[in-house]
Structure formats: structure tokens, C-alpha cells
């Protein structure tokens, strides 16, 4: 597997972390606005900027 690949997908994973830590605090409403807003913007660029990464990258080795 291609390193592009491997660091893509690890930013998909922390951006689907981030998200899901975001819907929590909301759904908790133990979350500032501050606080959401950080984690959602922070966990949306790590989750496409990994798709991205992931989609750009050639399948061939």
C-alpha cells in the first residue's frame, strides 16, 4: 500500500473521530458553541482532505 494511501486514510479516520466526538458533545449539550465549532471544522478538513488524498492517489504501484 502506497504511503499517500496509508496517511489518507488515517486522516479519514481522525476526521470520522472528530466528527463523531462533535455529534456527542451536541447530542450531550456538555459542548460550548466554541468548542463544536472547533472540533466540527477540524474533523470536516481531516475527513476530506483524507478522501481527497485517498481518491487522488494513483491505484497503480
Known sequence: ??????????LTLLGIGGLIYTAILFANESG??????VYGVLGAIFFF???????????KS
Open 32 to 37: 460550548t458553541t466554541k468548542t463544536l465549532i
Open 1 to 10: 500500500m502506497d504511503l499517500k494511501k496509508i496517511f489518507g486514510t488515517v
Open 49 to 59: 482532505s483524507g478522501v481527497g488524498l485517498v481518491r487522488n492517489t494513483s491505484g
